[in-house]
Nanobody, 127 residues
Framework: QVQLVESGGGLVQAGGSLRLSCAAS????????MGWFRQAPGKEHEFVAA????????GYADSVKGRFTISRDNGKNTVYLQMNSLKPEDTAVYYC????????????????????WGQGTQVTVSS
């Protein structure tokens, strides 16, 4: 079992920045690829970013590429999402998720393969 706890959400004006953190406890953190997803009201989970077990590879949704950066610190069992140049359409509940992938540089960009999820943190961007 892996327990995930997100933090860092809040209310920010358009153009501002936030950094989300996701702290993991339980099994060896470096075993897992980590992803960030978001869900706006009335919509399904949307992939945001993901990073492989040791951070060697990462991927982003087109909608956030160039604005968001995912990183991880395996020594602190934490994955981060730095969000810059925020837009009102970034408003959503943001979730981190963990998955044990088939290889060390792999990560999934869909929600289904992820086995563990945090409770989410609200990000609201005002115009």
């Amino acid at each position: 079992q892996v327990q995930l706890v997100e933090s860092g959400g809040g209310l920010v004006q358009a153009g501002g920045s936030l950094r989300l953190s996701c702290a993991a406890s339980g099994r060896t953190f470096s075993r897992y690829a980590m992803g960030w997803f978001r869900q706006a009201p009335g919509k399904e989970h949307e992939f945001v970013a993901a990073v492989s077990r040791r951070g060697a590879s990462m991927g982003y949704a087109d909608s956030v590429k160039g604005r968001f950066t995912i990183s991880r610190d395996n020594g602190k069992n934490t994955v981060y999402l730095q969000m810059n140049s925020l837009k009102p359409e970034d408003t959503a509940v943001y979730y981190c998720a963990a998955d044990d992938p088939p290889s060390g540089t792999y990560y999934y960009t869909t929600a289904r393969p992820y086995d563990y999820w945090g409770q989410g943190t609200q990000v609201t961007v005002s115009s």
